[in-house]
């Protein structure tokens, strides 16, 4: 029997059994064996965000390929994998002009998850990583080395890419550069570790959370208190008050990179006086701009040679009947990251 957690309405999630039909042409089917709990799910069960209910939760997964659909050629039963939910679809315009890490599209399933009354099962991003098993198109499956463990794995698949990412692809930060996160949960502490891979010479850790600001220090950042003529700021809490915050801090021809998810209806004010004086950039960092089979490779080998530290970002596992629970501890910031173990 699989089981995945689902959302049947907005705020209303529970464990369900859940029915998984054989892979189509170029799909995956996947055995989880590990999913971070992370922001973007609880936004989900928070507000729909989007998408069509019931949706199966969870998608930062890690596991091993069950079955291939006819045509998949890059991966087989046995491998194990990370599920990546930006990879390209090959034929948007963005696609097409070279330009792979700006597509919007996505390629999925096609509606291979049900619940035993027959009710199709939306995934959340198109993965639905919080259950038993699930099932990918093939574009959306990478393979990972079999020495790096798969509750940390999983990491790679968002929180990991998406802050590394913001800092490598987005911003393009420079050795020597001074920067600034906002917000230091999973993915504003993997922004601290893309920084100080690209040789940033000052990182600044801000949260109202001191907690936090500690565990940035143990990943790269050197300071936790005010900061000013910044050359990049993250904000990865996504506020009206934090990008007016995130604006300040920055100096000549300085860049603010928009990475935390906005609450609907959220606007901010923007001084268009200080925007056109200091030459500043606001950039868009949707899930750090990574592109899974270019990105999850180099990212597992860092973390493999201990340039990366995936191990502290785990903070517990816990069982697919713990989300709710973990979902919590998200909430109180009591956790870097809790990951359903299987």
């Known amino acids: 029997m699989n089981r995945g957690v689902v959302l049947t309405e907005v705020g209303r999630y529970g464990l369900e059994e859940i029915e998984v039909a054989r892979p189509g042409p170029h799909e995956v089917e996947v055995r989880i064996e590990a999913s971070g709990v992370c922001h973007s799910d609880l936004h989900v069960a928070q507000t ?6 019931p949706v199966l939760l969870g998608h930062e997964g890690a596991g091993i390929v069950e079955e291939v659909g006819e045509g998949v ?10 599920l990546g939910w930006r990879s ?12 792979p890490r700006r597509c919007r599209t996505p390629p999925a399933a ?14 959340t991003l198109q993965m639905g990583t919080c259950a038993t098993r699930t099932v990918v198109h093939e574009a959306a499956v990478v393979r990972v080395p079999d020495g790096l463990p798969p509750e940390q794995a999983c990491l790679i698949g968002c929180a990991i890419a998406t802050g590394v990412g913001s800092v490598l692809e987005t911003a393009g930060v420079w050795e020597g550069a001074r920067v600034a996160v906002i917000g230091c949960g999973a993915v504003g502490l993997s922004a601290v570790q893309g920084a100080r891979i690209a040789g940033a010479e000052e990182i600044y850790a801000i949260d109202l959370d001191e907690r936090k600001v500690e565990a940035a220090r143990r990943f790269g950042a050197i300071h936790g208190g005010p900061a000013e003529r910044l050359d990049f700021v993250f904000d990865v809490v996504g506020r009206p008050e934090t990008v ?3 604006l300040h801090l920055l100096g000549h ?5 928009y990475i935390g998810l906005p609450q609907p209806g959220a606007a901010a004010s923007i001084d268009l006086g200080m925007l056109f004086d200091r030459r500043l950039r606001i950039v868009v960092s949707h899930g750090g701009d990574h592109w899974p089979a270019e990105d999850f490779p180099r990212l597992a080998q860092w973390a493999l040679e201990g340039k990366l530290d995936l191990e502290a970002m785990v903070t517990k596992t816990v069982g697919l ?22």
């Open 48 to 53: 729909g965000w989007a998408h069509r209910l």
């Open 73 to 82: 050629e890059g991966v087989a039963p046995g491998d194990r994998v990370v």
């Open 88 to 99: 390209p679809c090959g034929r948007c315009r963005w696609c097409l002009r070279g330009d």
């Open 110 to 123: 096609k509606g291979r998850l049900s619940l035993p009354d027959g009710r199709a099962l939306a995934q």
């Open 244 to 246: 007016a915050q995130g």
């Open 253 to 257: 021809a300085g860049t603010l990179v």
């Open 321 to 342: 009947e713990d989300v709710e629970r973990a979902f919590d501890d998200l909430r109180a910031g009591d956790v870097i990251r809790s990951v359903v173990t299987l």
